[in-house]
């Protein structure tokens, strides 16, 4: 909930705007302005504060505790005119509020956190657990001092300043210590903790082992350990998750780094397992039994064959999904001396690099999505043609390695998209409108395999941008045919053209018309016209939502060829489209709607036909 605060007129005004805009996110606080915050503090996870800084400043210095629970404030001065992060930025959700604050009021966010302000990635921010000094490793980040950077796994992250420094990319084989050099440990009453080398500058150290950072450390933790599980029906949470945390104790490896239990679909809704799963806050994946005789396993057993039809359900379940078997199956150990009701297993997973497919949107700046702006943030590379590189530079972090290429080389950059991938990086292939049009998606996903994790950002595609600008083209059926004919034979295009005109669908053409290419554009219109009137309206956009564009709204017997390029598209109606006060209208046929004024004899699919 966000608590609302405010002591004037004007301040009230502006919080009402606020209040009407977010109805089930906001609670007023009325009342003497000390108490109202006082209570917002306590009860809200976020506060916004019509009110000058000082004022709040003092009103909640008393009741600060530490930045994990405090909630985010934001100040909005009385002009309206900024909303200012005070608290909380990143924990507290302080920064994003003032931007979503700024948003409604039409005021301007002001955010003086120094990693978002200079546009670097904040430690806490990556979107996984991490442990240490991340003030002080943060504050080395900015100040440009040496960072190093300890990856014991590859964990796809955005791009990081170029003085933090990658030290070595896998550990050096005796960085880790085994399982059995932990159990002795662990035996001899010792602690399984390994210690962290000493670290001469700040460091970042990526890990799945217990460590402890050492000064000026930063421990991040990703998702890289499944823990399979099997239970016998009945089995307590306290045993199953006993058995979980003690077994990653033994092992040195930490509970923050755990991405899933896994276990048989019989198991699905096994109390224990569940309970265990919500505990240690992770999803509970489930595999049939079939998928799971099928993995090999160092420690196959009867019982669970007889039971759920799998000869192991703890090793088989964590290695189902791939990875390197850490601890095989354990047993849970019952203070009352009756036979164990638990199993599990722990196996870390092979790094999975992260492919992002962004569409960029026809040209103009608000066009990109803020999902499209927030994945080319998240990248460490960018892989894309250079002109597109050009229109989005400075929106990627310092550091993004840019990877562009020129026209021609899509295959090019299909491969080396999906190859940094399979490094363990994250990477962001982009592409005009919709990357997934006509454009780089398709050789992307042609050349990935399934050790990546792939997401799609879509775009507003050409046809959709020029919709927008000829009026309503495509309220009805409508079909994109790409006119090149370099990867397609013409015969297929054609064929296509003429299922479009015998089916009275709406047809936008991609790349109608080049300097080598010109004879398609009327040959495509020529099927067209075989099956509508010469007067049907044809909508012509060159440069949809960039500076230079342009537009006519024209018919089928009277386009000219001539104005249409390679940076064009041809919207060409179906036989109910009209040109209604200079757009273009494709009805969509309600019989409640007056029929639009024809200009043809064609009815088509106008509420004629139903009237
Ligand atoms: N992925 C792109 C299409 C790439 S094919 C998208 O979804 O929009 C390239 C063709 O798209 C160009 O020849 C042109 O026909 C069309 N196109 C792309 N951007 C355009 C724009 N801003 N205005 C008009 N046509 C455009």
Known sequence: MIGLISATAAGAAARDRLASAWPSRTRVYEGSVGDAVRRAFTECEQVVCFLATGAVVRLVAPLLRDKHVDPGVVCVDEAGRFAVSLLGGHEGGANALSREVADVLGAEAVVTTATDAVGVAGLDTLGVP????????????????????????????????????????????????????????????????????????????????????????????????????????????????????????????????????????????????????????????????????????????????????????????????GGELLVPKRKSVRADGKPAMATCAVVRSAPRGRLAVVGLGPGARDLVTPRARDELRAASVLVGLDQYVDQIRDLLRPGTRILESGLGAEEERARTAVAEARKGQAVALIGSGDAGVYAMASPALAEASDDIDVVGVPGVTAALAAAAILGAPLGHDHVSISLSDLHTPWEVIERRVRAAAEADIVVTFYNPRSRGRDWQLPKALGILAGHREPGTPVGVVRNASRADESHRLTTLGELDPAWVDMMTVVTVGNTATRRIAGRMVTPRGYRWQHPVPDTTDHTGTTPKESS
Do not use: F, M
Request: with cysteine.
């Open 130 to 321: 991490v442990e240490g000094d991340v003030a002080g490793v943060t504050r080395a980040a900015l100040d440009g001092e040496p960072v190093a950077l300890h990856a014991e796994l590859a964990y796809p992250l955005p791009a990081l300043p170029l003085n933090v420094t990658p030290q070595s990319i896998h550990p050096a084989p005796d960085a880790v210590p085994t399982l059995p050099q932990a159990l002795d440990s662990a035996r001899a009453g010792g602690t399984p903790i390994a210690p962290a080398e000493p670290l001469p500058t700040a460091g970042v150290r990526i890990t799945d082992r217990v460590v402890q950072p050492a000064d000026r450390e930063v421990v991040l933790r990703p998702p890289s350990l499944v823990v399979g599980v099997g239970a016998s029906k009945g089995a307590p949470v306290d045993e199953v998750l006993g058995l979980v945390r003690d077994t990653l104790r033994d092992a040195g490896l930490s509970p923050l780094c755990v991405a899933r239990l896994a276990t048989v679909d019989a198991k699905a809704g096994e109390p224990g397992i569940v309970g265990a799963a919500e505990a240690l806050g992770v999803p509970v994946v489930t595999y049939d039994a079939g998928t799971l005789a099928a993995v090999t396993v160092p420690n196959p057993s009867d019982a669970p064959l007889e039971a759920v039809g799998t000869p192991s359900v703890a090793e088989a379940a964590a290695l189902a999904a």
